[in-house]
């Protein structure tokens, strides 16, 4: 049985929490941090009984093999590295952190610490995503030519959040340049990328925007478009399509149901599921239990630190191409 | 070139008209009957240039090698027997009469007669049936099992219309019980429907229904389910699904065009196509140019006298069954 | 904290065991009958801790305030009059029982004993029939004039469960003759059933079919459609239609992925989902938390023995149709 | 009645005479160059009686009110040229000319000359944009955002003709020009496109690739993103999604039937319609009924010359920006 402890009890760490006690056999969470009045009901009925005020107490007293790591983003760097130091496995949460030298820093740690090291970029463990990469891998569609993304919000964070979050490249596309370097199999070289606000939020007051779109160009040759939005009416828009040689793989959206609806006006059928916590509800599961299978196991998980590092740098990369106006090599 | 004369000229006779004129390159419809002033226009745009006051007259005095019979029900049997005496080539919209012994004759006089007949279950050239039936014969489903029809109506037909049309399952159910017998190769052996007026219609006044469910059993085993309606709010709802032993294959509807609108209430598509005119619109340009060039070829077109003797035979034994509260043996 | 002891480990009730475990957190399995030794893990995993060899002893000795009845059907009569004797509210799977005098008797013995019992009709607490249902309430394809049902499974059972499964129209279609009532909101009146042995399994050896189509006519005037198969190529094929005054309402398959491919041949995606253990995941966790939430409210139950007794009812006149060869009025 | 002479008897030329013959029935074409021995079975079926050798005879000799210019590309010029001072209205296939300077030259001569002039930019005319663009003006999506285009052709043409096209984005792309500016409703002001050659033709010879990714930044906000292939494995695949403030309105692609075959891999759909003539075949239909009935009520064309410079404005800056590896202002 190996035991957790986790760092962070919001929204997010909370389904890695529920995820663990449920459908992990071979794992339990033990030990929580920083824990407040109003988690006790929650973590009593989970079982999590060693309750402490900071990551510190419970790295130093708890009976622990493994930490997730659910802080907000500017705590995961000294998370991380006080896991490490204590040699326990870390689960962390996306990103690691905003600046490349600090990830860079992280790549080198985890690499040198022996632990075992998961970033938390679920969709790779979406059941969709892993059957349209095994459909690539079987060579379903031949060789990549064209990947076109479009990952659209169905509301944006809170102004106060927008702040923190590096912006909308390294907070919401990050996964979709993850996405690409997975599917595509290959190392971005050339980026460009226009965006705009067009909602309410004031994003430009943060030096953000709402809405963009970015070209990505392969070493390989594939060329990706990515479209992104804050702001979509029928939910969480989640669809890629991988174009190659021989035929095209696509995700389609997850519906809320399948009711269809015929009627004078027409056919009707539901919005897509709300956000990523109902959309990619599957993927938080296969991860964490991917993630203890490597545990139990002694091997290595599939999403490293350098996977973050790379999707990271692509990001910086956007970013810049965004603000200067140009396209940028990597 | 093959001349033609049509009887007939309300909407499905110009349906015809214009497919001979516009896609049969090796036929002409020359002369009409019965012409009144207010076909003048579209007769002279058509290049129809002999016209004619009765059936008799036409098949006396126009050049003509055939003969399309779009006439009203009641005058089908008298036209058939006048043309193929004079050894006109019949093409005769279904059905051919109600009355089982007369249609029973047709058949007779047809075979005697030398003459080429088609009769017009257009829905035999219906593109996606044909692919359906291709399909059906390529195994791709294997042996038949079970076979489902909807097939709903967007709106009834005048009472004066109804009267005259011998009821639901002789005017519109005729069509599936073509169908069933195309798409399965058998013969049926028993039969059982119910029904019921849910609209606003009194068709029981004229012993007639809007709504049915009905069962035929097949020789070889196949069962088929059908259900018919006369009120269908989004339009002419037509689809089969034939299940064999080794999977599924069905014709879905056809929208009046292939626009997806997604919204804050979902995702949104168009209403079926409105009626058979719309719907079947190839089929009836397909059947008529497979039987002009059967004509040409001198060989004999493939829906004839006796499919609509047998399907107006399955048509009376629902009726029956309908009637008399219990299964029905053929 | 409700306390439940569970009979019979099989396939169907590890599903509730760990429905109770994983997603009810006011309740918990804490006894299990009979326990053999392949279970020990299992039952330890799970935390069940008090492990009886018979139900009887269960009853006595285990702190428990509810049962799950997941034993053979052979054991629910005398499962449930224990348990109802004991003042344990009983969550049981379906059916009942095969013999209609027992499921009445079971009928008044619930309702005066003052336990709660729900009936594991779990198809009503599938997401996707929950908004079908919704729909339907709020009016959107207005009254009822023709239910259609495609319930087929991927494979047939073992002969040997055949043989005591009071064959496939008590086994099987009974969850369509439930789903009919519930979405109809009527009775039955009238119904008339067809049958065949089409697979390699010599079901007519044991007066059984592996395929049938049954027609039900309901007292508010609706006519229901079902065909069922035992063998169906590409999954679990299970399908709605709600067709009435104002439009159609159907549930669509669930598929095993939403990964779309294109290729030289058209477009492919996967088959339905395997078999009730997927398609219905969602139905056994949100019928278990129902039940749960009945328990710890103190009010009743949706699903009732009396459901359980008028399924069966339509499941035997089905049955004699089928016999007799002849429409059987209720 | 008015009477067309047509220049060019290849594919498309055929396609618009028979639509002329066969859909408009205000309209006939009378007149053809050149004519060689091939085209007299073909122009006697149709009608079409005074034959010339070349365009200039035509114009002299022939009693034509208007032509239809389906020459090679090449002879667009002259022909417009020598129409326009024939005062001949004017229906040209796409494009007017590869040289700016001279479609230029040509948008002055048409509005000056006093005659109607219709580009072929026939997909504006398909019923599936038509909705699309119903749908935008009614603001079912709100202001435009992101419009994404994929434009796939199923096979790259002969090398002889690529040589002359002026490469993908003036022979290929240029439609998805003037549908974005059709669709967002503004003009474009900056362009980045990439490209690449993957299949087998050695496209790269003639300074042309087969792949491209592209993005047009519009005036009003709104960013574009297209991708074009040359070697599309399932069909001609012609889809646009229009994403705006309230919603996506997309065109989804025509399929060859719409038969569903589920078996035991999943199920199955029918690939795209094979290319242009299949899948545009009504757009081809309606833009001449459109234009004919523009020349009968003396009304204005709606797809002007203009709009043919302003798209081949959009694809030399998008061929300029492949060239020299950045973004172009327009």
Avoid: W
Wanted: aromatic residues 10%; hydrophobic residues 40%; glycine residues 6%.
């Amino acid at each position: 049985m190996i035991k957790f402890g986790i760092v962070g009890l919001g929204r997010i760490g909370k389904v890695h929490l529920l995820n663990v006690q449920r459908f992990c056999d071979n794992a339990q969470i033990v030990a929580a941090c920083p824990v407040h009045s109003e988690h006790l009901d929650f973590l009593q009925t989970q079982g999590v009984t060693e309750h402490f005020d900071s990551f510190d107490e419970m790295l130093e007293l708890a009976d622990i093999d493994a930490v997730i790591i659910a802080s907000p983003t500017a705590f995961h760097f000294e998370h991380i590295v006080k896991a490490a130091r204590a040699k326990k496995h870390i689960f962390c949460e996306k990103p690691i952190d905003l600046n490349f030298e600090k990830v860079n820093e992280i790549v080198s740690i985890v690499e040198t610490s022996g632990i075992k090291f998961m970033l938390g970029f679920n969709r790779r463990f979406d059941p969709h995503v892993m059957q349209l990469k095994a459909s690539v891998k079987a060579g379903k569609a031949g060789a990549a030519r064209v990947l076109k993304i479009s990952s659209r919000d169905p509301a944006p964070p809170p102004v106060e959040f927008v702040k923190h979050s590096g912006g909308l490249f390294l907070d919401m596309s990050i996964h979709d340049f993850d996405m690409s370097r997975y599917l595509v199999g290959s190392e971005v070289k050339e980026v460009i990328a226009h965006g705009a606000v067009f909602g309410d939020l004031p994003l430009q007051d943060y030096d953000d925007i709402d809405t963009a779109v970015i070209t990505l160009i392969f070493e390989n040759g594939c060329m990706v478009q990515i479209d992104n939005s804050r702001y979509n009416s029928y939910g969480y828009d989640q669809r890629i399509e991988y174009f190659g040689e021989k035929g095209s793989i696509s995700t389609q959206n997850l519906k809320e149901n399948e009711v269809l609806i015929a009627d004078k006006d027409g056919y009707h059928t539901a919005r897509a599921k709300h956000f990523f916590i109902e959309r990619y509800e599957e993927s938080y599961r296969n991860i964490m239990i991917d993630f203890v299978n490597h545990l139990d196991r002694g091997s290595s998980p599939t999403v490293t630190a350098n996977d973050g590092l790379k999707a990271l740098k692509i990001a910086l990369a956007v970013k810049q191409s965004f603000k200067e106006k140009r396209a940028v090599q990597l």
